[in-house]
T-cell receptor
């Protein structure tokens, strides 16, 4: 089946620094990748949609200058949280879809970000 | 946008019991998936089921697209079934999906 690898699983960073999260599709070409954010005890909220080679489309209320998304290849998308602050602490999850439509969307294992 | 409601929001089961989780959605969809989020946050894809019925071991799912709902059945529940179950729906293709509100399941020994 389709596999998506997300790294790191958890990260702690100091306020003001930037953090990069990687999402890789291991055995299929991910035409489209999605980035979600999940607050404790809540559902997943879509942050942005990225298509390979194009600029990401951000959901309303998501700061694109703060959450930089790059989808430079069909197997890799990155989310960079710039100048992180404690309120950016959250669980971030990526998902990918592509030619394997019968699998639906495959999700990475998530990254727990803590900003101190 | 599409609205997705899940019920019940919380469920406590004795080990061995059966349960039915429901997902209602407000518009027609071509993509519907059920996920299990384990205590570590990982989302496990259970079913891709925009219509029809599928079974995988103790789990099965049915989607009645014309009536805009899907059901997830868990039989002979085990403690490892604990976690949050989400349905996610969307128009298909490469378009985004919307997650439901989730059902938190706790299976006690």
């Amino acid at each position: 089946g389709a596999v998506v690898s997300q790294h790191p699983s958890w990260v702690i960073c100091k306020s003001g620094t930037s953090v990069k999260i990687e999402c890789r599709s291991l055995d299929f070409q991910a035409t489209t990748m999605f980035w979600y954010r999940q607050f404790p005890k809540q559902s997943l909220m879509l942050m942005a949609t990225s298509n390979e080679g194009s600029k990401a489309t951000y959901e309303q209320g998501v700061e694109k200058d703060k959450f930089l998304i790059n989808h430079a290849s069909l197997t890799l998308s990155t989310l960079t949280v710039t100048s992180a602050h404690p309120e950016d602490s959250s669980f971030y999850i990526c998902s990918a879809t592509g030619q394997h439509q019968n699998y639906g969307y495959t999700f990475g294992s998530g990254t727990r970000l803590t900003v101190v | 946008g599409i609205q997705v409601e899940q019920s019940p929001p919380d469920l406590i089961l004795q080990e061995g019991a059966n349960s039915t989780l429901r997902c209602n959605f407000s518009d027609s969809v071509n993509n519907l998936q059920w996920f299990h989020q384990n205590p570590w946050g990982q989302l496990i894809n259970l079913f891709y089921i925009p219509s029809g019925t599928k079974q995988n071991g103790r789990l099965s799912a049915t989607t009645v697209a014309t009536e805009r709902y899907s059901l997830l059945y868990i039989s002979s529940s085990q403690t490892t079934d604990s976690g949050v179950y989400f349905c996610a729906v969307g128009p298909g293709g490469y378009q985004k999906v919307t997650f439901g509100t989730g059902t938190k399941l706790q299976v006690i020994p």
